[in-house]
């Protein structure tokens, strides 16, 4: 039985079109082949049958928070932190400002020490848990109480629940642990990232950096006029030509992947579209179509092809983020994306990313 049931909702997307890399600057000084990174051990529970992992799941009994499936995929989990848990989890914080977090790395697993154990040590290995199962892998964290309008809070919150899954990796483009970004009506930046009147490609992030990015934290920080824009995932098993695509000679092969000058990574790498690290040899993707680096017609036409393939996959869920919530997904078994939003001079959306690799 399918465990998941979509949004019936239509992702044609007009702007369907690979980006032109011949403009990119060119930045490479090295090539790093397929790293070990890639080839690291995953999920312990990647061989169970998907009914015994939901069953697994939901065997933890949570305290200070309620869990209930999102109302379009059962895959993604919507965990709610209650008011109590909030305000205690502020007054035993209060020590640590987000310069605290910033400047001493071991402040962001003590505030991730004070949330889980407000929760009797249940949020964690549920948090975790849900990621590692390949049937789940994903959940939406929203809070009751507290200030919806302080983003120190948010900083500290999400940096709670990142340390809680594992460790952020350095974030080049922010020079932080975690960036926050801004996506307004108009952008002058070198990748699409923060142009909003364009679906942002399904895609994986960390491919062009030579470091595990297991898991994907994107917190709403703020956001005023804005329509659309909802966030968007797709899951691995959900997509309909997924066999297709794992199965054609160039799955495994390694592919060049380069970042904009944005990005403040210089070096190339290579690594195949498909990576290589399910114990059980489930597939997982590392794409993104921006900074893939073509060598020549045949790699181009794969990559184009499957761009199309998942622009056009109607099994994506639209999954709205209300300011203060954060949706973290398994990097590799989920894809992520941004809608289209709605044409305002003052639209403004900020959000919060940390992404990073599990360490338990
Ligand atoms: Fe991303």
């Known amino acids: 039985m399918h465990p998941v049931l979509p949004e019936p909702k239509c992702s044609g997307n007009p702007f369907s079109i690979m980006y032109p890399h011949s403009q990119q600057p060119a930045l490479a000084k090295t090539v790093i082949f397929q790293t070990k990174a890639w080839k690291q051990p995953f999920s312990p529970q990647a061989g169970k049958q998907e009914d015994e992992i939901m069953t697994s799941v939901t065997d933890i009994t949570p305290k200070g928070y309620r869990i209930a499936p999102h109302e379009h995929s059962r895959r993604l989990q919507v965990v709610t932190l209650q008011a109590d848990t909030i305000a205690e989890f502020i007054r035993q914080t209060e020590r640590f400002p987000v310069q605290a977090l910033e400047y001493k790395p071991f402040n962001r697993f003590r505030v991730a020490e004070i949330l889980d154990s407000l929760c009797e040590y249940t949020l964690g290995k549920f948090l975790l848990g849900t990621l590692k199962n390949r049937a789940t892998g994903a959940f ?110 160039i799955a495994k092969k390694p592919i060049t992947w380069e970042a904009p000058p944005s990005k403040n990574v210089t070096q190339s790498i ?74 305002h001079p003052d639209l403004l959306r900020e959000l919060m990313r940390q992404r990073g690799q599990f360490v338990a």
């Open 140 to 249: 939406l964290l929203k809070f009751e109480g507290g200030d919806k309008k302080d983003t120190d809070f948010f900083v500290k919150l999400g940096t709670a629940v990142s340390h809680l899954i594992g460790r952020p990796n350095f974030d080049a483009m922010s020079q932080k642990y975690y960036a926050r970004f801004t996506v307004r009506n108009v952008d002058n930046s070198d990748s699409y990232l923060r142009q909003p009147h364009r679906r942002m490609e399904l895609h994986n992030d960390g491919t062009f950096v030579d470091e595990p990015t297991d898991y994907v934290l994107m917190m709403k920080m703020q956001e005023e006029n804005m329509q659309g824009g909802n966030s968007l995932i797709l899951h691995l098993d959900d997509w309909a030509e997924l066999d297709k695509f794992y199965n054609h000679p």
């Open 270 to 343: 290579e690594h195949p579209v498909f990576i290589d690290n399910d114990p059980n040899g489930r597939p997982r993707l590392h794409f993104i179509d921006q900074f893939a680096k073509p060598k020549n017609r045949e790699e181009g036409l794969y990559l184009f092809e499957l761009g199309e393939s998942l622009e056009n996959d109607p099994n994506f869920v639209s999954v709205r983020v209300e300011v203060g919530d954060m949706l973290v997904v398994e990097n590799h078994n989920w894809l992520h994306g941004r809608d289209k939003f709605v044409a």
